[in-house]
């Protein structure tokens, strides 16, 4: 990739994705996108399937968060309570670059941005109430590209979209409140539907049961969003207490010996979020086949955002009948989600 390429990625990470979220990373992205030492820095990341302006912006913010002493870190709301002009971090930015090169080009050839991020499942819980609604039985949930698993137990948290009825686990510790931007509303169930499998499935897990990968998801939180990181403090202790099925490798591969452990009584749900954009054009027809595959057999679901564009899919396959319908549109960060069912 070269650097008109890369300079061009991280002026839309900062125009499309940051602006409006994090002034911060807003400005240390249109930063690196004008500087030609940074922008060879971050080309380490490359070739690995990995957004690099995230990876690069993660490993900063974790090398602070583990107590690398550096004056950047007064900018950083995570890490100061009282955050100097974000207007002003980009030289000090690049001079920790500098300083710590070796620990970043580390971390940029070594981790992968698994942002676990438990808010989405504001979308996921409509979407999993339509998929019960329809079928009536317990659902087998196999999630691809799983990370710490916080996802796997949408069915374990409480909800609110904008009134004062809330959803799902009203005993949970997790409050997620998500707005729905359409004029068309999902039908909610009060309680959440039952769920008889939770399949974990990723080349890399993070067992958050270890300092060093509790800190890197907590790093690849963007510095200002505090109710992300306390939502984030709340799922992983909820992931601890609960028993997932872990399962370490290519997740695609194991889905065909995967579905024949599940008993016809309950409902094959495969999903996925922000995830699929890391996948090759082979990869993502390699899924689709192994659906449809498995859809000869059984019905299966398959939820997913962010594979052939951003929206919010849900595919049904039985036999030879297909129904693919785009659902919805969401927001990165789950604080809202458009309603098309």
Known sequence: MTHQNLS???????????????????????????DEALLS????????GQPIPNLLLGAVHYLLLKGKEHRLADY???????????????????DFCQTYKQEILHILQTKR???NEVRRCGYLYPAFSYIYDQVKKPLALIEIGTSAGF????????????????????????????????ENQPSLLTKSPPVS??????????????????????ALIWPEHKERRLLFKQAAKAVQEHQLDVREGNG????????????????????HTHVANQFSTDMKYELEGVISQIGKERKIFHLYNNMWDSELHLDCILGDKSYERTIGKTDGHGRWFEWHL
């Open 252 to 271: 695609i591969a194991m889905l065909l010996d995967i579905v024949k452990e599940i008993p016809s009584d309950s409902t094959i749900c495969v999903f």
């Open 41 to 48: 820095l971050a080309a380490f990341g490359e070739g690995r």
């Open 76 to 94: 950083y709301p995570s890490i100061t309570e009282q955050p100097k002009d974000p207007l002003n971090a980009f030289s000090n930015f690049k």
């Open 113 to 115: 941005v698994q942002t």
């Open 197 to 218: 499998h939770r399949i974990a499935l990723d080349l890399n897990i993070v067992d958050l049961t270890f300092d060093e990968a509790y800190v890197w998801l907590n």
């Open 8 to 34: 061009t990625i991280f002026r839309r990470f900062s125009e499309r994705e940051c602006r409006g979220s994090s002034l911060l990373y807003e400005m240390l992205s249109l930063g690196v996108s004008e």
């Open 151 to 182: 996802q796997l137990l949408w069915d374990q948290y409480q909800y609110s979209y904008g009134s004062n009825e809330t959803y799902g686990n009203r005993d949970s510790e997790v409050f997620i409140e998500s707005e729905c931007r359409t």
